[in-house]
T-cell receptor, first 114, second 116 residues
Framework: EAQVTQNPRYLITVTGKKLTVTCSQN?????MSWYRQDPGLGLRQIYY???????DKGDVPEGYKVSRKEKRNFPLILESPSPNQTSLYFCASSSGTGGTGELFFGEGSRLTVL | AQKVTQAQTEISVVEKEDVTLDCVYE???????LFWYKQPPSGELVFLIR??????QNEISGRYSWNFQKSTSSFNFTITASQVVDSAVYFC?????????????FGSGTRLQVQP
């Protein structure tokens, strides 16, 4: 089954404790991206990756890092989480190097930073 | 800059009623794509439709239909004979054609509650 898998789905952590949210897709997609969803703001792009070893900032990259060492994986790293990073996070992937095909989203990871 | 506006924050209807969710976008781009996604209470985002700026044909898929009007920069979504399972938050999204960031600009969503 074609899917984007995120882990963990739920996490409560404390300010400053580094954490990683993993994302893996099994569709051989070149493009992957991270979004955060906040009430009243919809979804906003954090980082994206066009291919292995190619990553770039989205609209709200502050406080986040990403890496793309393998095509299928695109982890989101919070080096020193803060309460304003409490949010619902979505990983997404898409085929092709251009155009605007459908984005396949993971099930979301709800993060709470105390 | 692009912007997507979903002015209806929440809509409540009774089962079997028809309901239309509004979406208005702003852009200077001539080539762009519009999307609708559904987010049920379980939280995942479900793709419903993609429409490019050169295709103004309305589309119908079962009880769902979409009305794209470039003249009014609108891409409205209608559910006919709504069902309880349609209860969800619905997002309209936009992206301009590019080979780079390919970010979707989302509206703030419309929460639809279908009462039995």
């Amino acid at each position: 089954e074609a899917q984007v898998t995120q882990n963990p789905r739920y996490l409560i952590t404390v300010t400053g404790k580094k954490l990683t949210v993993t994302c893996s897709q099994n569709m051989n997609h070149e493009y992957m991206s991270w979004y955060r969803q906040d009430p009243g703001l919809g979804l906003r792009q954090i980082y994206y990756s066009m291919n292995v070893e190619v990553t770039d900032k989205g609209d709200v990259p502050e406080g986040y890092k990403v890496s793309r060492k393998e095509k299928r994986n695109f982890p989101l790293i919070l080096e020193s989480p803060s309460p304003n990073q409490t949010s619902l996070y979505f990983c997404a992937s898409s085929s092709g190097t251009g155009g605007t095909g459908e984005l396949f989203f993971g099930e979301g990871s709800r993060l709470t930073v105390l | 800059a692009q912007k997507v506006t979903q002015a209806q924050t929440e809509i409540s209807v009774v089962e079997k009623e028809d309901v239309t969710l509004d979406c208005v976008y702003e852009t200077r781009d001539t080539t762009y794509y519009l999307f609708w996604y559904k987010q049920p209470p379980s939280g995942e985002l479900v793709f419903l439709i993609r429409r490019n700026s050169f295709d103004e044909q309305n589309e119908i898929s079962g009880r769902y239909s979409w009305n794209f009007q470039k003249s009014t920069s609108s891409f409205n979504f209608t559910i006919t004979a709504s069902q309880v399972v349609d209860s969800a938050v619905y997002f309209c999204a936009f992206t301009a054609r590019d080979t780079g960031r390919r970010a979707l600009t989302f509206g703030s969503g419309t929460r639809l509650q279908v009462q039995p």
